[in-house]
């Protein structure tokens, strides 16, 4: 019966790439079973046609061809022996784990202030004494009590402020015990009124709903 000779994707061999579909696999299969390097150099192009052919949209990206035939080396599980172009990628390589990424240092202590804040505080620890540098810093403070307000709603002291600045800058920004004050909680905490989506009644004014 016909449904005896069905094939199941379970039983097939799983693609290595499986954007370039199953008959491209079992054509490179079949040039890697060639017995001589003349048959398999002259099948390994015509694969390399028919792969560019299913996606036109690159033949002018540079280097199109050179990823053609890493991917060709790729679903022969490298055991295509036959002659390219380019250099042939190493499995080794490509199969190596990268390394870790460095992710940002964060602050658990303070992290309501996020870590652009102590970007912000590196910077200004590297610019020259002078009124650019000390007006980055006093925005740098009042920003921060703003992010403090935003965690906390109740108010903060001014030399709380400073004292965290103190300390995230390592001690070379120092705030404590000048005479001038950060912004109010008031104006850091200020936010614009939304406008009203309600729709008024004809005559201009809109009835209150109790």
Request: glycine share 4%.
């Given at each position: 019966?016909?449904?005896?000779?069905?094939?199941?994707?379970?039983?097939?061999?799983?693609?290595?790439?499986?954007?370039?579909?199953?008959?491209?696999?079992?054509?490179?299969?079949?040039?890697?079973?060639?017995?001589?390097?003349?048959?398999?150099?002259?099948?390994?192009?015509?694969?390399?046609?028919?792969?560019?052919?299913?996606?036109?949209?690159?033949?002018?990206?540079?280097?199109?061809?050179?990823?053609?035939?890493?991917?060709?080396?790729?679903?022969?599980?490298?055991?295509?022996?036959?002659?390219?172009?380019?250099?042939?990628?190493?499995?080794?390589?490509?199969?190596?784990?990268?390394?870790?990424?460095?992710?940002p240092q964060n602050h658990p202590k303070y992290r309501f202030y996020g870590n652009n804040i102590k970007t912000m505080i590196d910077v200004a620890r590297t610019w020259e004494?002078?009124?650019?540098?000390?007006?980055?810093?006093?925005?740098?403070?009042?920003?921060?009590?703003?992010?403090?307000?935003?965690?906390?709603?109740?108010?903060?002291?001014?030399?709380?402020?400073?004292?965290?600045?103190?300390?995230?800058?390592?001690?070379?920004?120092?705030?404590?015990?000048?005479?001038?004050?950060?912004?109010?909680?008031?104006?850091?905490?200020?936010?614009?009124?939304?406008?009203?989506?309600?729709?008024?009644?004809?005559?201009?004014?809109?009835?209150?709903?109790?």
């Open positions: 019966m016909i449904i005896d000779n069905l094939e199941y994707n379970t039983e097939r061999e799983q693609l290595i790439i499986p954007e370039y579909g199953r008959h491209i696999q079992k054509m490179i299969n079949y040039a890697t079973s060639r017995e001589t390097k003349e048959e398999r150099n002259r099948v390994a192009k015509a694969i390399i046609d028919v792969m560019g052919n299913l996606q036109p949209h690159l033949r002018d990206v540079p280097d199109f061809q050179h990823k053609l035939w890493d991917q060709l080396f790729i679903m022969s599980d490298f055991k295509l022996d036959a002659d390219s172009p380019y250099d042939k990628p190493s499995k080794e390589v490509l199969q190596a784990r990268p390394e870790p990424l460095g992710y004494e002078g009124d650019m540098k000390e007006a980055l810093v006093w925005t740098i403070a009042n920003h921060m009590k703003k992010c403090f307000l935003n965690w906390n709603k109740d108010t903060v002291e001014d030399d709380v402020i400073f004292e965290h600045l103190f300390e995230l800058s390592d001690g070379e920004i120092n705030l404590k015990g000048r005479s001038e004050d950060l912004s109010a909680s008031s104006s850091l905490l200020r936010t614009k009124k939304r406008p009203s989506s309600k729709k008024t009644k004809k005559g201009g004014r809109s009835r209150k709903r109790y």
